[in-house]
């Protein structure tokens, strides 16, 4: 029988930001993003992601102290509830006061290459870290959407996240605390993000669990473009969304980080009782 256990758990974005690329500004103060919280965790979310920094690609960076008190008050009343939460931080001063509040996971869209200070921070307090693939700040990062090596983008990204993990394990990380992500739309371009779903066993002989964040981006939007070639707007993307949380729960992905809690939590029921064998031939 198919317990919860075996699916992947559901992160539901909260991007307390003016200007993320898909939900930018509806939950941008602190009341409406606790409330959005709250409403995905009554849709299902195992975890919440709260994040303070749009990494939009051409996103410019807010100061630390904008983003401290932009998730802070956040993780303070949401894990006052009881919330699991992560925070999606690539600053070892956020991923302090995070923990300090109350999160339970630092999820690092840099890996520890934009603040190193962070594994140690992590190590520290020995809780969870996504360690997502990255090259740089998403002023440029879309420059070195480049993967000519044997292999292409799959054999690179495995290798630089190995190379990201020894780091956190130098560190003093737990390896058994080190989530792995590809990091779909980071230093991508459409074909790199469809390479990398279709080679989920690449990323697994990492030995790490993986979280696939593909939340109604733009390599979806590229797919579903119409006659005049228009990229499908944000609001359009959540079935074809919903239809990669299907086939990444079949391949026993880690998570799943998505907008629309409520649509990844049916298709996960739909995967759990098409997998259950009630009548126990
Ligand atoms: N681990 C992880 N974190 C992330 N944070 C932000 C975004 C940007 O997307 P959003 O604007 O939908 O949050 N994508 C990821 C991702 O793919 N993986």
Not at 213 to 222: C, D, N, P, Q, T
């Amino acid at each position: 029988m198919v317990t919860a256990a075996d699916l992947p758990r559901i992160m539901g974005i909260v991007n307390v930001t003016p200007d993320s690329f898909s939900d930018g500004g509806r939950w941008a103060t602190t009341e409406a993003a606790i409330a959005h919280g709250r409403h995905l965790l009554a849709q299902g979310a195992d975890i919440l992601d709260i994040g303070g920094e749009s990494t939009r690609p051409g996103a410019t960076r807010p100061l630390v102290s904008e983003e401290l008190d932009r998730v802070i008050p956040v993780i303070e009343a949401l894990s006052a509830e009881g919330a699991v939460l992560s925070v999606d931080t690539m600053r070892s001063e956020v991923a302090e006061a995070s923990v300090r509040a109350g999160a339970a996971i630092i999820n690092d869209v840099s890996g520890g290459l934009a603040d190193p200070e962070i594994l140690r921070v992590v190590a520290a307090h020995d809780v969870d870290y996504i360690a997502m693939h990255w090259r740089a700040h998403s002023t440029h990062m879309q420059d070195l959407a480049v993967y000519d090596g044997p292999g292409g983008v799959v054999a690179a990204v495995c290798e630089e996240l190995a190379a990201r993990i020894a780091d956190a394990e130098a560190a003093g990380v737990r390896r058994d605390r080190v989530i792995v992500d590809p990091g779909l739309g980071f230093a991508k371009r459409g074909t790199h993000n469809w390479d990398l779903l279709r080679a989920l066993p690449a990323l697994d002989e990492l030995g790490l669990p993986v979280l696939i964040g593909a939340s109604r981006k733009s390599f979806l939007g590229a797919l579903l473009a119409d006659d005049q070639g228009s990229s499908r707007p944000v609001d359009g993307r959540e079935a074809a969304n919903t239809a990669l949380t299907t086939l990444v729960a079949l391949h026993g992905v880690w998570g799943v980080r998505v907008h629309d809690v409520g649509a990844a939590s049916d298709a996960l029921r739909v995967v759990a009782q098409l997998r259950s064998n009630p009548g126990g031939s």
